[in-house]
């Protein structure tokens, strides 16, 4: 068919560039080994944390759930798709959380897009670090509010955008709370002392934190001890919970007001009967086996430790994400290719999801791992990076 000649166009000069990527299937279900291509390899690139999503507990919550309430729930939450177990598993979130109340929705992404496009008019401003998450940045792009961006976790910045923009009804400042491209974490207790001396409201986005940062996996809020402190904390369902979703936990009078005008609450279906259980099952997971997190942690310091000592470049994370940087966008993704010929999944990241110049191969390790494991692991990166001249 003809029309997308033009597209076609730029696709090609990406297979030039060597950046243009075609989707890795994953042929068995995700855990810390998976098969790609008949092949078994070690997986560093899912944000499987705990290793939920194959955690006995929650699959045997979903299938109950589809023998009991079906497959799918047949409308959105606000005219006949929030069944008890939605209500349940909100409940459970906002008293995890610390706060009076939560909402949830169909992902992280939508979660991000719902909330600040609902909550501010043009006699607002958004105030959002440089490094923010793409949810956040299209979710800016949906409000009529003036926006001003701040130098990455730069609080001299931070507090220059907040002296600037006085004239507001009402500010609101977002982070995300673990950097998810270089596994750092925000100065979230400087952010707060600066919001509450400009009198601003403060946003994190947790998707990083939720089941890996504070007690039980509460995220980075409970880990600085500022619950109470933070306006609006965002969750994901998707990562370290293992399934699907994204939400708000927040006051009531918030949630009330998305119940009536976040736009991916109200005009997409509800999650169905499966998602919401295994949800549920996840919660409970992270407050009666806190021994997982205590694995992550393990697994994260013995992983970062190892790449180090190869002499690779790993930045400024503190979190199992741990990025090893290349410079160049096509040797990330020829190291990750190389990674996987030995047995290691682990994705290239370069332009347009991080600067350019600041291509990389990221690897999150999770709770599943096993010492064995992250050790072959380590052989396979010190053999990949010095055949590509990456290590020396
Ligand atoms: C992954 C991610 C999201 C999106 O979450 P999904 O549930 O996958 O849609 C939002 N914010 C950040 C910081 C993320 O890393």
Redesign the pocket.
């Known amino acids: 068919m003809k029309g997308f000649e033009y597209l076609q166009e730029e696709l090609d000069q990406m297979k030039e560039e060597g950046t243009f990527r075609t989707l890795v299937s994953i042929e068995s279900e995700q855990g810390s080994k998976v098969v790609i291509n008949g092949k078994e390899v070690i997986q560093l690139s899912s944000?499987n944390y705990l290793g939920l999503t194959t955690h006995p507990r929650l699959k045997q919550a979903a299938l109950q759930a589809v023998n009991e309430y079906g497959a799918g729930t047949g409308s959105v939450r606000t005219i006949a798709g929030t069944f008890s177990m939605h209500d349940e598993l909100e409940k459970k979130l906002a008293k995890f959380k610390h706060t009076e109340a939560a909402l949830v929705f169909q992902?992280?992404?939508?979660t991000?897009q719902g909330v600040l496009s609902s909550i501010l008019t043009n006699q607002d401003v958004v105030i959002s670090d440089a490094l923010n998450?793409a949810?956040?940045i299209d979710g800016i792009r949906l409000t009529k509010a003036a926006r001003k961006v701040y130098k990455h976790v730069d609080m001299n910045d931070l507090e220059k955008a907040l002296q600037e923009t006085q004239q507001y009804r009402k500010r609101i400042i977002v982070t995300?709370g673990v950097f998810?491209m270089d596994g750092n974490i925000a100065p979230l207790p400087q952010i707060v002392e600066l919001a509450e001396k400009y009198d601003a409201l403060v946003m994190v986005?947790d998707?990083?934190a939720s089941g890996v940062l504070g007690e039980n996996g509460r995220g980075t809020v409970n880990h600085f001890n500022l619950d109470g402190r933070v306006h609006i904390q965002?969750g994901?369902?998707?990562?370290a919970v293992g399934v699907?979703?994204?939400y708000i936990a927040s006051t009531q009078t918030l949630i009330d007001y998305l119940i009536h005008k976040g736009r991916p609450f109200l005009f997409s279906t509800s999650h169905p009967p499966a998602v919401t259980a295994a949800c549920i099952e996840a919660v409970d997971v992270l407050l009666e086996e806190p021994e997982l997190i205590e694995k992550l942690w393990d697994n994260t310091e013995f992983f970062k430790e190892g790449l180090q000592k190869l002499g690779f470049q790993t930045g400024t994370s503190e979190t199992p994400i741990t990025p090893i940087f290349v410079g160049g966008e096509s040797l990330a993704h020829q190291f990750s290719d190389k990674l996987l010929e030995y047995g290691v999944f682990a994705q290239g990241i370069a332009f347009p999801t991080v600067e350019r110049g600041k291509a990389r191969v990221r690897t999150i390790v999770t709770a599943q791992h096993s010492r064995d494991e992250l050790e072959k692991a380590l052989e396979i990166f010190e053999k990949a990076g010095k055949e590509l001249g990456i290590l020396r």
Not at 107 to 110: D, E, L, N, Q
Not at 236 to 239: E, I
Request: charged share 15%.
């Open positions: 944000n992902s992280g992404f939508t991000n998450h949810s956040i995300d998810s986005d998707a990083h965002v994901t369902l998707s990562k699907l979703g994204g």
